[in-house]
C-alpha cells in the first residue's frame, strides 16, 4: 500500500523560509512523476512542482525561483524548498506521487497518490 506522509509545514513571515518533506513507503515505480500541490481555501488544488525520476523538474509561473524540488531516493522522500515566501502561498500542501510507471507528470489530480497535507502559513 502506497503511504505519503508531509511534514514540515508552519507559519512563516513573508520573505521567509520553509523546508517541506514527504516520506513515501510502498511505492514500487522505478520511472515515476512526484509533485507538490497546494490548495487555499475556496480555490481549486493547483500543481506548485514537479520532478521525474530522470531528475526534470518543472514549476508553476508562482513559484519559479523561488521553491526548489528535489527527491532523495536512497530515503525514499520528496522535498520542497520554499524560500522568499509570500501571503499568497498560504495553504495546505500535498505532496503526490504518480499512479503509474511513467515519466508523465500528469495535470489531473485523479493521476496521483496523495499524502494528507501540511499547512503553510505565510504572515504579511
Known amino acids: 500500500q502506497v503511504q505519503l506522509v508531509e511534514s514540515g509545514g508552519g507559519s512563516v513571515q513573508a520573505g521567509g523560509s520553509l523546508r517541506l518533506s514527504c516520506a513515501l513507503s510502498g511505492y514500487i515505480y522505478s520511472r515515476h512523476c512526484m509533485a507538490w500541490f497546494r490548495q487555499a481555501p475556496g480555490k481549486e488544488r493547483e500543481r506548485v512542482a514537479t520532478i521525474d525520476s530522470d531528475g526534470s523538474t518543472g514549476y508553476a509561473d508562482s513559484v519559479k525561483g523561488r521553491f526548489t524540488i528535489s527527491q532523495d531516493n536512497a530515503k525514499n522522500t520528496l522535498n520542497l524548498q520554499m524560500n522568499s515566501l509570500k501571503p499568497e502561498d498560504t495553504a495546505m500542501y500535498y505532496c503526490?506521487?504518480?499512479?503509474?510507471?511513467?515519466?508523465?507528470?500528469?495535470?489531473?489530480?485523479?493521476?496521483?497518490?496523495w499524502g494528507p497535507g501540511t499547512q503553510v502559513t505565510v504572515s504579511s
Open positions: 503526490a506521487a504518480s499512479d503509474s510507471g511513467s515519466l508523465y507528470c500528469s495535470p489531473l489530480l485523479i493521476a496521483y497518490y
